[in-house]
């Protein structure tokens, strides 16, 4: 009985999510477990669609068929695609570290799955209901955790995703993985900066670090993507596909430069972890970003308290909420050319992270004012000259750096 209240406490701890808020048993723990098999398959599953959709979309675009060999339409290529891979030889580079070399493409796939987990796909927002469903008897939220600590979760997850990279080039024991998995870790903490940066934005006018609590503030259609003014979300899109290494940004598999970057060497099945590592985080990046500014599963339920109001229409509206960022994202791939790496470096340290920074100061003043009851017109014209006067600063010191830099070049070098 001590376990199990033990047990119960540390739950409450580490999970807002009112299936663990009482004694743990039996039903508990299959409830649990049904969650985690569902998003474990939804999401390959996804990521199975998400590869055929891109390549349809581009093949579209281009004036050309794309896959329509392997099964209905070309469905069945993303599985053919796998089951080569899996069965191919797999190779060692003589110089590679062995356990770090097989480490490395878990460390890329695995955040991926984790961040997932705290993504809520259905439930109804509206009329108090808090997204609390109803699964075998068991009141629960329809996503596999809900952590009090749920962004700095998705922030960790982020990270660590980084050490996969960098390590998949520095065990190969070759130099052009080597070059790559250094330009993908500057590049993906670069952006790692802007993208906290206008994520506290959203943290700022929710007032909670809950994934449950983010979605449930945003009901009504008080999504934060205009709560917050726009820009934040503006600069988390693409701080996000940076972080993705896609296009425009995949300086990381630059191959006309890097012969594929960081998984030259890579293999079969584990050049496929990374293969499938990219979409799987492209399909997250884009859950995560309808939950925080497009208020996730919440939507109109037209009254309906049944399981169509509760478990269909919220589900439904969270898909097509994330069809459109996946399209964007294919789009992105499609029509927009890859930056020079200084462009890449310049726009993340030069642009958005001032420019998140200053935003997110820009909305702690409308806050305090509120909270304190000042002029808020005057507060926020007073703010904006502020920022205005450090933007103007900022833009003289770049170009004094580029005058001093251009000066000292030798004769016939670039600036």
Not at 119 to 131: Q, T
Not at 290 to 316: D, H, K
Not at 384 to 403: H, N, P
Request: proline content about 5%; hydrophobic content about 55%; some cysteine.
């Amino acid at each position: 009985m001590t376990s199990i209240l033990q047990t119960s406490a540390l739950a409450g701890i580490l999970a807002n999510d009112p299936l663990l808020s009482g004694e743990v048993g039996l039903t508990t723990l299959l409830v649990v477990l049904i969650k985690v098999v569902v998003a474990f398959v939804g999401l390959l599953l996804s990521v199975i669609l998400m590869v055929w959709f891109e390549r349809k979309v581009i093949a579209d675009m281009q004036n050309r068929f794309g896959p329509n060999r392997a099964g209905p339409f070309g469905l069945f290529q993303t599985i053919a695609d796998g089951m080569k891979l899996i069965f191919k030889e797999d190779l060692m580079p003589e110089r590679a570290d062995p356990f770090v070399f097989k480490l490395a493409p878990f460390l890329s796939l695995v955040p991926a799955f984790l961040t997932f987990a705290i993504v809520p796909i259905a439930g109804s927002f509206n009329d108090g209901l808090d997204g609390v469903v109803t699964i075998l008897g068991q009141q629960t939220f329809m996503q596999v955790a809900d952590p009090q600590i749920g962004i700095l979760l998705f922030l960790a997850m982020s990270s660590l995703a980084v050490y996969g990279i960098m390590l998949a080039g520095w065990a190969s024991g070759s130099k052009y993985p080597l070059l790559g998995s250094v330009r993908a870790t500057a590049q993906m903490v670069s952006y790692e900066a802007a993208l906290g940066l206008a994520l506290a934005s959203v943290l700022l006018i929710a007032g909670s670090l809950s994934t449950n609590a983010i979605v449930n503030e945003q009901s009504g259609f008080r999504w934060n993507v205009w709560m917050t003014g726009l820009v934040p979300f503006v600069i988390f899109t693409i701080a996000a596909t940076a972080e993705l290494n896609r296009p425009p940004f995949d300086l990381v598999e630059a191959e006309q430069e890097l012969v594929g970057g960081f998984h030259t060497e890579y293999s079969s099945f584990r050049f496929a972890m990374f293969f499938l590592a990219e979409f799987l985080n492209t399909v997250t990046m884009s859950a995560i970003i309808v939950t925080l500014f497009f208020g996730g599963p919440s939507g109109p339920t037209f009254g309906l308290t049944n399981w169509v109001g509760v478990y269909i229409l919220p589900f439904l509206w969270f898909f097509l909420k994330l069809l459109v960022f996946l399209c964007m994202f294919v789009l992105f791939r499609a029509t927009l050319p890859r930056f020079r790496y200084d462009q890449v470096m310049d726009l993340g340290w030069k642009l958005l992270i001032p420019a998140s920074l200053g935003w997110f100061l820009l909305l702690v003043a409308v806050r305090v004012a509120s909270d304190q009851g000042w002029n808020l017109p005057a507060t926020v014209l007073a703010a904006a000259a502020g920022l205005l006067a450090g933007a103007f600063l900022l833009v003289l010191s770049i170009r004094a750096s580029a005058a001093k830099r251009a000066a000292l070049s030798l004769p016939g070098e670039g600036s």
